[in-house]
């Protein structure tokens, strides 16, 4: 049973009312994660690809002005 106040006036889901208001919630629940999950992931793999071409790029970068640089 599924009640719901609103303006003070009360409103009863039963039955495959109950059962129908379930399933829009469970199912929009479960898009929510998904999408999250998907745009963490999608996140993640930026960081990640981002990661493996900007440190060693500055580790080249180091080496080529520890070679280059000018002596004191």
Known sequence: MIV???NGET???TG????VVKIVVFMAAVLLFGVMAFL???LA???G???LIVI???IVVGL???VFGKRV
């Open 45 to 47: 793999v930026t960081i």
């Open 4 to 6: 719901i106040n609103r």
């Open 49 to 51: 690809a981002i990661a």
């Open 16 to 19: 495959w009312r109950e059962w």
């Open 56 to 58: 060693p790029a500055a």
């Open 64 to 66: 080529f002005a520890t």
């Open 11 to 13: 409103v009863v889901l």
């Open 40 to 42: 963490f992931l999608g």
